[in-house]
């Protein structure tokens, strides 16, 4: 039987996910079984329930070989999603690269935060502006554009690189038309008035990087992860233009595990029309307060065209 770069005999789809699911095991991989049929059905082609049905399928020799190089790169802690270049968020997929963050399920609570919003103001079917300030993937302008059928946005970023792939996954998900891209920092450029900033910006501590996990530490892209000494860098210039930018809205942001009630005060503090009984936090799937949302007035009973701000992953 023809023999693969690893020296080891073609394989059964069964034997080779049992073989794989063991590597990863032995290196310490969470859900080990998982990863290696997410990775053998992307080799092949199939979908996980042809995966399945399929068990008795020999691999030919270049397919082992592709199956073995992914494994190798799993006990090596690269993510899945890097891998293969998709991640699945809010049930859409959406191509990653080394230049933007590998989107989480943490990130989530963001786009439900933003959509209660819309909701609740009675604004889902309105004609909403949406900017996204450092895009990345564009997981979360092109999620709520796909979610919000009479929207449209501008998605800015540090990164070109990084822009390029939000403009693939915009035409890919056949929102492209509604959606604009802008190398730039932060705030930087970006013109308001907007109504809701939606950011999932750099928050961790710089000394706490090196103790991440190496899925992390490793393949995302550490400017969007150094949030400074005490993680809130990113937070403080934001203040700077954010009452200029979103003068009469709403401010989300993704936070780290421990932030929520410091960056609750620094909004507070920042937005002179900003009360604190208009200052929301929602949880994410693992219970942690994840998402610190918050309602800026204007001073002015004059009020602009509408707006939605949001601001995503750097990097």
Same mark, same amino acid.
């Given at each position: 039987?023809?023999?693969?770069?690893?020296?080891?005999? $073609?394989?059964?789809?069964?034997?080779?996910?049992?073989?794989?699911?063991?590597?990863?095991?032995?290196?310490?991989?969470?859900?080990?079984?998982?990863?290696?049929r997410r990775l053998l059905a992307w080799v092949l082609g199939l979908s996980g329930?042809?995966?399945?049905?399929? $068990?008795?399928?020999?691999?030919?020799?270049?397919?082992?070989?592709?199956?073995?190089?992914?494994?190798?790169?799993?006990?090596?802690?690269?993510?899945?999603?890097?891998?293969?270049?998709?991640?699945?968020?809010?049930?859409? $997929?959406?191509?990653?690269?080394?230049?933007?963050?590998?989107?989480?399920?943490?990130?989530?609570?963001?786009?439900?935060?933003?959509?209660?919003?819309?909701?609740?103001? %009675?604004?889902?079917?309105?004609?909403?502006?949406?900017?996204?300030?450092?895009?990345?993937? %564009?997981c979360l302008l092109l999620t709520l554009l796909a979610e919000l059928p009479n929207?449209?946005?501008?998605?800015?970023?540090?990164?070109?690189?990084?822009?390029?792939?939000?403009?693939?996954?915009?035409?890919?998900?056949?929102?492209?038309? #509604?959606?604009?891209?802008?190398?730039?920092?932060?705030?930087? %450029?970006?013109?308001?008035?907007?109504?809701?900033?939606?950011?999932?910006?750099?928050?961790?501590?710089?000394?706490?990087?090196?103790?991440?996990?190496?899925?992390?530490?490793?393949?995302?892209?550490?400017?969007?992860?150094?949030?400074?000494?005490?993680?809130?860098?990113?937070?403080?210039?934001?203040?700077? #233009?954010?009452?200029?930018?979103?003068?009469?809205?709403?401010?989300?942001?993704?936070?780290?595990?421990?932030?929520?009630?410091?960056?609750?005060?620094?909004?507070?503090?920042?937005?002179?029309?900003?009360?604190?009984?208009?200052?929301?936090?929602?949880?994410?799937?693992?219970?942690?307060?994840?998402?610190?949302?918050?309602?800026?007035?204007?001073?002015?009973?004059?009020?602009?065209?509408?707006?939605?701000?949001? $601001?995503?992953?750097?990097?």
């Open positions: 039987m023809p023999e693969t770069a690893r020296g080891a005999t $073609s394989a059964t789809i069964a034997a080779a996910l049992r073989r794989a699911s063991g590597e990863l095991r032995s290196a310490g991989i969470e859900g080990a079984g998982n990863d290696a329930a042809q995966l399945l049905s399929r $068990s008795e399928l020999t691999l030919s020799p270049e397919q082992s070989v592709a199956f073995d190089r992914c494994i190798a790169r799993r006990r090596g802690r690269e993510p899945v999603a890097r891998i293969i270049g998709v991640r699945e968020f809010y049930g859409r $997929s959406f191509a990653i690269s080394p230049a933007t963050l590998d989107p989480r399920p943490d990130s989530e609570t963001l786009i439900e935060t933003a959509l209660e919003i819309v909701e609740r103001e %009675g604004r889902h079917s309105k004609a909403l502006r949406i900017l996204d300030i450092g895009t990345g993937s %564009g929207a449209t946005g501008v998605g800015t970023d540090i990164s070109n690189a990084a822009l390029d792939v939000a403009r693939e996954n915009a035409q890919r998900l056949g929102v492209a038309g #509604r959606a604009e891209w802008l190398a730039s920092d932060a705030l930087e %450029g970006v013109e308001g008035p907007f109504d809701i900033l939606v950011s999932n910006p750099p928050y961790v501590r710089s000394g706490d990087i090196a103790h991440l996990a190496p899925e992390v530490r490793r393949f995302d892209p550490h400017l969007a992860l150094d949030g400074g000494n005490d993680g809130l860098r990113f937070f403080c210039r934001l203040l700077g #233009r954010v009452a200029a930018v979103v003068p009469d809205g709403w401010i989300v942001l993704e936070v780290g595990y421990d932030q929520a009630d410091a960056v609750a005060d620094l909004l507070t503090a920042g937005i002179p029309v900003l009360e604190p009984s208009n200052i929301q936090i929602s949880r994410d799937v693992t219970g942690m307060r994840r998402c610190v949302a918050a309602r800026a007035r204007k001073l002015s009973i004059c009020r602009e065209s509408p707006w939605i701000l949001l $601001s995503s992953e750097l990097g």
